[in-house]
């Protein structure tokens, strides 16, 4: 198990990258569309830092989802990523309204971020290998 899932499974711990025991490793893509909520946080939080209404929000329009993420998922995502170092936060109060909990990606998240994007690499052209052997076989 590497470093990264080591923390985010049991809420410690700061990842030194997804190369260490990638064998075990729980940051493989399991399929399920919760899973991508972790890059998708870290990629909106990447674009600017947000609070977690206005991230639930830009969530919805990546294709992952055939509507609005559930809210609570989110949040738990959030504090999970939190406690393991990859994003971090502070209140902001305001002169009009509540004071809101703004996140930002950490260097520990941009790695994060990066590993996830090498997965979704690999997961490409795994599906586009797939992809046209289906249409070789079907003609």
Known sequence: MCDTCHGLEHGHGH?????EGRGDCHCKLSGKVERFIQPCLLLSLLQHSSHGYELLERLSGFRFYPGAPDTGAVYRHLRRLENGGYVESHWETGDA?????IYSITP???????AWIEEFRDRKSA?????????????
Do not use: N, V, W
């Open 108 to 114: 520990d998240g941009q790695d994060m971020l990066e």
């Open 15 to 19: 990842g030194t990258g997804h190369g």
């Open 127 to 139: 599906m586009e290998d797939f992809i046209e052997k289906y249409e070789r076989s079907s003609r």
């Open 97 to 101: 309204g509540p004071a809101k909990r």
